[in-house]
């Protein structure tokens, strides 16, 4: 049996009723479109899933950066042997860029004013095209280190390792752990 649906919409289309027939045929090709784009996948979740993984790979590549800057500065303290360290950072690098602010009043009528305001970053040319002005760059906060050495026992060794992490990193030594390594 062949479907005879194209053929009766045509119909009804071309009819005496063309106004309503029309508005019927937009507002169901409307609600088909709709239902198709739920089928599509959403490119906001796409770009944070993407996102994601990038923010903890340059976090991670910081808290390994600082690891390999801090090793071998530990291991030429008198005592200390050799050393592991684990670092921890509560988030990754944040970029601050310029932004330019513009205000507007507008008079709506013989009394009434309409304030407006807008924001928009500066943009600086370069050779990879218009980019946003840098301003500041802050670096991840440590929030721990944990140094494991061959001589975390020894009180001189532990003291001299936390003061040097403490004014590497700037913390408390509070936030700094020492402890021998086994075997």
């Not at 991670?60 to 071998?72: A, D, G, N, T």
């Not at 291991?75 to 932004?99: C, P, R, S």
């Not at 494991?148 to 936390?162: L, N």
């Amino acid at each position: 049996m062949k479907w005879d649906g194209w053929k009766k919409l045509w119909e009804l289309l071309s009819g005496e009723k063309k106004k309503t027939a029309w508005m019927l045929a937009i507002g169901i090709l409307g609600i088909v479109l709709i239902g198709l784009s739920e089928l599509l996948p959403d490119h906001s979740e796409q770009e944070q899933k993407q996102e994601e993984p990038l923010a903890a790979a340059a976090q991670q590549s910081y808290e390994e950066e600082m690891e390999q800057r801090l090793l071998p500065v530990l291991e030429q303290i008198k005592g200390v042997g050799k050393t592991e360290l684990l670092i921890t950072v509560e988030y990754d690098v944040e970029n601050i860029y310029a932004m330019e602010e513009t205000h507007s009043l507008d008079k709506t009528g013989e009394d009434a004013l309409r304030e407006s305001s807008a924001q928009s970053y500066v943009l600086v040319d370069s050779r990879e095209g218009s980019q946003p002005l840098l301003l500041t760059r802050k670096e991840p906060e440590v929030k721990g280190v944990v140094v494991v050495c061959d001589g975390g026992g020894d009180p001189v060794v532990k003291q001299a390792v936390t003061e040097a992490v403490a004014t590497a990193f700037r913390i408390p030594v509070t936030r700094i752990c020492v402890v021998p390594r086994t075997g």
